[in-house]
């Protein structure tokens, strides 16, 4: 691994040390530059140190700014100078968490510091390190998200939800996590998963087409044909297969981003294996379709963007 050179560090940190601001200066310059996807090779690094530490030598003023921030920029997508640079005694970049939210009707995507690609689905909420530590890759999520997990054999990584924890090393798995419903729901598509408990000790061990959710308070483990078949929300499209129709509601919410009130004193029956919608189809003809294997009645209130269910 290529790393900064004693001297280039030393001379970057007496720039820091000569006025209190400039750590100051340095660490909102590494807040706003941290996550820019930025591509930069080696030798154009190399080349951008030598002109830090030139700037530094002749004139130590606010100018430097620029440049230390274009290097932590860099910094932020694992190249050349890496942790050593940043990971001195100035911020534990590790603690600082940073929130990504999708509004309703929206999806959204986000490249961990890792290279794990998270997929969120609407009314979604992830929370993450701007670094992960030398320990175990550790994330939050609230509402639904399509992980596509960058394989490291020595940081495992681990998803924590309201309800559990799903810990893997490198795979491919969807997770439903909504708190206020209690719904917990994880879908197995490549590799292996551990699911843990609040007291860190695994409960469940899933493998490819395999689904863990809670059903009335207790977890169970289902045996599934074509799983990635039955995800397809990344790609606009919604599986109805084995949903129940509260679920099923949830999944409209978040898909068309507007809000179902059910007002039915008995919800119907779904036996749906083959039913699929499409979002860019809008919800009227899901509900259309819907109502071909279900029995009811919806109303809209635009005021509120509620469709009430009778």
Known sequence: MNEAESSEVAAIEAWLKEDK???????????RYVLTNLTVSK????AEMARVLEAARAKRSRR???YVASVAAALAVGAFLTWN???????DKSSQLMTFTTEAGQRATVTLPDGTSVQLNSCSELRYPAVFSDGDRRVYVEG???FDVAKETERPFVVETFAYDIKVLGTKFNVIAEEECQEFCTALIDGRVSILNKEDVEV???RPDQIVKVIDGKLHKIQSDNVAAQYRWTDGVISCSGQTFEELMRKFERSFGVNIEIEMTSVPVLDLRRMKVNVNDGIVHAFSMLKLN?????????????????
Do not use: C, G, W
């Not at 601001?21 to 807040?31: I, K, L, R, S, V």
């Open 21 to 31: 601001a400039h750590e100051q200066e340095f660490q909102n310059a590494y807040d």
């Open 43 to 46: 030798m154009e690094l190399k």
């Open 64 to 66: 430097i700014l620029a």
């Open 85 to 91: 640079f940043v990971a001195r005694p100035l911020v």
């Open 144 to 146: 639904e998200a399509m």
């Open 204 to 206: 469940v061990e899933l």
């Open 294 to 310: 279900a029995e009811f009645e919806y109303e809209y209130d635009d005021k509120s963007n509620t469709y009430y269910i009778r």
